[in-house]
């Protein structure tokens, strides 16, 4: 069974940092891209970061130059460093977990951790 657990989420004020966890097992964490997304309230889930199996990184251009995401495939974890931190940073935080097989994607998701920034 894949499981995919976030931690690292709190309340901080703007310019402060974060540092989110994602620990993953049941699966091939290394053959997997790894990403991290939020979804603020009434707004869709958004992609923040994502880092491919082989360490190729992408950043939404809101967080570029602030957010940091890396993967330690010896502990199975993708971390994001989040620096800088704005108000509109305030969102739910998601790891997933994606790996296409025969063609067929496969998508894993954890709980979600809550990071509000206060101004």
């Known amino acids: 069974q894949v499981q995919l657990v976030e931690s690292g989420g709190g309340l901080v004020q703007a310019g402060w940092s974060l540092r989110l966890s994602c620990a993953a097992s049941g699966l091939s964490f290394s053959r997997n891209d790894m990403g991290w997304y939020r979804q603020a309230p009434g707004n869709q889930r958004e992609l923040v970061a994502a880092i491919t199996s082989g360490g190729v990184t992408n950043y939404a251009d809101s967080v570029k130059g602030r957010f940091t995401i890396s993967r330690d495939n010896a502990k199975n974890t993708v971390y994001l460093q989040m620096n800088s931190l704005k108000p509109e940073d305030t969102a739910v935080y998601y790891c997933?977990?994606?790996?296409?097989?025969?063609?067929?994607?496969?998508?894993?998701w954890g709980q979600g951790t809550q990071v509000t920034v206060s101004s």
């Open positions: 997933n977990a994606h790996r296409v097989l025969s063609g067929r994607p496969y998508d894993y």
